[in-house]
Nanobody, 117 residues
Framework: QVQLVESGGGLVQAGGSLRLSCVVS????????MGWFRQAPGKDREFVAA???????NYEVFAKGRFTISRDNVKNTVYLQMNSLKAEDTAVYYC???????????WGQGTQVTVSS
């Protein structure tokens, strides 16, 4: 059974930092591209950042320079370090595991991030 379990969300003041973690089990972690997405109330889910199995990173424009994605293939964990947080970063953040060549993908349950202004 594949499981993606996010943690690290919470309430933080604008300008602060949070580090999200996503622990993955039930699949060969090193063979998957990993990503973070977010969904704010009343909005569609949107891409935040991704890191490939080969450690290539990609960021949405709003995340560049503030967020850093990383992965630990020993701990089967992907991280999202978020700095200089803004009120508009408030959302539920979701972890995603994907294999683009097979179309297989999995989602975590999400972790709430709330940034007070």
């Amino acid at each position: 059974q594949v499981q993606l379990v996010e943690s690290g969300g919470g309430l933080v003041q604008a300008g602060g930092s949070l580090r999200l973690s996503c622990v993955v089990s039930g699949l060969t972690f090193s063979g998957y591209d990993m990503g973070w997405f977010r969904q704010a109330p009343g909005k569609d889910r949107e891409f935040v950042a991704a890191i490939s199995s080969g450690l290539w990173q990609n960021y949405e424009v709003f995340a560049k320079g503030r967020f850093t994605i990383s992965r630990d293939n020993v701990k089967n964990t992907v991280y999202l370090q978020m700095n200089s947080l803004k009120a508009e970063d408030t959302a539920v953040y979701y972890c995603n595991a994907a294999q683009l060549n097979t179309g297989v993908g999995y989602w975590g349950q999400g972790t709430q991030v709330t940034v007070s202004s």
